[in-house]
């Protein structure tokens, strides 16, 4: 019983996170609202198709998904260290509820413009990269140190099973209507609200004056340290891949008649694979080095898009898309959880901020691109621009010097200053 109450402000919680009442809340609210978000992530695509037959123009939706977490992850990152970082999600989780009510409504009455869906898309990604932000940082203080890349690792498994059921359950309920996924995915901030309202611990240090700090320290902070700075730019440069292949294979299975469910069934496939790496993301952590792991990526990444030249059939395509995910957790889960106890806790969210920033700067473009190329160019000859450009990275990453050295070392020596 005493494993579950919170812990006393400025106090580490008990270790172990079977019984640890804070964490459970936290990870059960965003899981609910991951799904609900990978409902939409299938649903907002297929609603433009549908409406438009255009995907250029479901690469500017998706681009309008994307483009807050450049324009807003300085200010997130500021706000989480300076604000109360409950309520910051809280009010998040409500005001991209209310824009998908509101979608919802306008869809079920005949009335959704193009240019609503783009903005509710962009009001979604914009309270996706506070949350975002937020939470990274609220982590830290939910459970012990020993903990935390474990919790790091649950939080992937977490990601990557919402994206494994969510499209499939996105896919089902377009087919029962439009409006339905965009209903569901407004029902899950409610929940994650309620899971949020429900927590005890205070989820940051109080901050000293002289503590305080700009906007900009945790870019400082990040290029001081070249193997997160590294890590953050090989991020930069693959995300576009990935948020560009998720329309590449919906809009490849859609123009030879995939039906929704199908799509959405591709799209879970591929998560499965994102799911399984997370599952084994503790076990190789402890046997991988931070180097292995980022190269193997890279070049997952290169021969799993190549793949995607040799066939047609979405069921294939989501087994390949799954070859390609199965590494990212396990990055994910080695990075993350040095940089987040190398980090001082008032600068949590500015350091997650500068890295999301970095990381996801050029996310927008994937879907904008591909989008563009499929209707000018055609599937071919963009999967081979894809091909061109992972190599490209795979090879940069196995040439850093800054990934030589272990984030682990870090963390320990920062541990004895």
Request: a positive charge; glycine letters at 12%; proline letters at 6%.
């Amino acid at each position: 019983m005493g494993a579950s109450r919170p812990p006393a402000p400025g106090r580490s919680p008990a270790p172990g996170l079977r019984h640890n009442r804070e964490f459970a809340l936290l990870w059960s609210g965003e899981t609910v609202s991951a799904l609900g978000s990978q409902m939409s992530q299938v649903a907002y695509p297929l609603l433009v198709l549908a409406l438009t037959g255009s995907p250029a123009r479901a690469g500017v939706v998706g681009f309008a998904r994307q483009l807050p977490i450049m324009l807003l992850a300085l200010p997130a990152g500021a706000l989480a260290d300076h604000v109360n970082r409950k309520w910051l999600m809280v009010t998040c989780d409500g005001v991209r509820g209310l824009a998908l009510a509101g979608l919802t409504v306008a869809l079920a009455g005949g009335d959704a413009s193009y240019g609503l869906i783009i903005a509710v898309a962009f009001v979604d990604g914009a309270g996706f990269v506070v949350s975002y932000v937020t939470e990274r940082g609220a982590v830290r203080r939910v459970v012990a140190p020993a903990d935390l890349r474990q919790a790091i690792a649950r939080n992937e498994s977490r990601n990557f099973g919402a994206m494994l059921a969510g499209p499939p359950l996105g896919g089902a309920l377009f087919g029962l209507g439009r409006a339905i996924p965009f209903l569901a995915d407004a029902v899950t901030y409610l929940v994650s609200t309620a899971t949020k309202l429900a927590l005890r611990t205070e989820l940051q240090q109080p901050v000293a004056p002289a503590a305080g700090g700009g906007v900009r320290d945790g870019l400082r902070w990040l290029w001081a340290h070249p193997f997160f700075r590294t890590c953050s730019l090989l991020f930069a440069g693959s995300n576009p891949v990935f948020t560009g292949l998720y329309l590449l294979v919906v809009a490849r299975a859609r123009a030879d008649g995939a039906p929704a469910p199908l799509i959405g069934t591709m799209l879970a496939i591929a998560a499965a694979g994102g799911l399984i790496g997370a599952l084994l993301a503790p076990r190789l952590g402890r046997r991988l080095s931070g180097r292995q792991v980022l190269v193997g990526e890279s070049w997952m990444l290169t021969f799993s898009v190549a793949l995607l030249l040799t066939t047609h059939a979405a069921l294939l395509m989501g087994l390949i898309l799954a070859a390609g995910e199965i590494v990212t957790p396990v990055t994910n889960a080695i990075v993350v959880s040095h940089r987040v106890a190398l980090a001082p806790d008032h600068l949590q969210g500015r350091v997650q901020a500068a890295t999301t920033l970095v990381s996801f700067s050029a996310g927008w473009a994937g879907p904008l691109v591909v989008g563009v190329l499929l209707q000018s160019a055609g599937a071919t000859a963009t999967i081979l621009a894809l091909v061109g450009w992972t190599a490209v990275l795979a090879v940069g990453a196995t040439a850093s010097r800054a990934f030589r050295s272990d984030p682990a070392g870090l963390v320990t020596s920062a541990g004895r200053r």
